[in-house]
């Protein structure tokens, strides 16, 4: 479809939206917010679109004034020079415009479940899990986000054989989908006394949160067993039975939750990651059909696929899906620069949408 054809069914979109909302009497307040939000997207079109018509007209009427023969030398070579810089201009504008209408992954303005794990590599997996889950921690503090933590496995020297959070803000899961995947760190672990390089690695797993309306669980389908949370190495660290281990039956999936002293509130919270992970396993069903284009692009989100090395010792960071590398390591771990991987990855899935509709 063509860009002016696209354009016309936005703004026919736009207008629709526009007269529903100017009479919201007969909407519920869920769809009245829906469509809301929905013309609050479409205005970056139309403002981007009304961008591109002012470009093209002023580009056409230098080009008129050019065709004038009568023109003198002063006016003629200021008017060949606003042609160069609108001419330079448009096909960035249209490219934003592009960008913009594409179609939009509904889950990317969603808040997401972060969990992070501990791959291969015993200790020094662990204590790079527990890296990584805190550069996403200063990462969320940076955006404004909410960063809860919900549940942490934490071992006896700091590591996190397990760690979950929940992120609250703009367009979370827009920007963290893509860190889905495998994590590798090359680097000297505290704990070696020979100063050899270990490989290890960290899994990172980002769902879009779901809500209750978006994944109804049948109550009958779950088993919930309630026990005592315990601390590292096994400990005891409660008295009562406030531990919370949820298993979805007709799935296998098992979530389990210790770290509020509440029964009710460890049960809250393991819900919260059931629905998510529910969420995310319909929506890698119903993209099943794109999978073969999926392999080929940045967002696929397998949990298996190696997407990022860390190497201290030359304090470079590469992610393999689009052959980035950077020598900030400890700009990025620390948050501070891992926008610049974000951008990079970001702009690569939407070259590759835009080449596959082109």
Known sequence: MSLEANLQKVQARNKELQALLSEPGGLSSDVFQKLSKELAELSDVAAKAAEWDQARAELADVRALLADSGLDADMRQMAEQEERDLAGRLPEIERALQILLLPRDEADARNAILEVRAGTGGDEAALFAADLFQMYQRYAAAHGWRFEVMEVSETPIGGYKEAIASIAGADVFARLKFESGVHRV???PATESGGRIHTSAATVAVLPEAAEIDIAVDERDLRIDVYRASGPGGQSVNTTDSAVRITHL???????????KSQHKNRAKAMRIL??????????RQHEARAADRRGQVGSGDRSERVRTYNFPQGRITDHRINLT???????????????????????????????IA
Do not use: C
């Open 186 to 188: 090359q680097r000297v």
């Open 250 to 260: 007709p799935t296998g999936l098992v979530v389990t939750q210790q770290d509020e």
């Open 275 to 284: 629905r998510a992970r529910l969420f995310d396993l319909e929506r890698s």
């Open 326 to 356: 950077l020598y900030k390591i400890e700009r990025v771990i620390a948050g501070e620069a891992l926008d610049e991987i974000i951008d990079a990855l970001t702009a690569e899935d939407q070259a590759a949408r835009l080449a596959a």
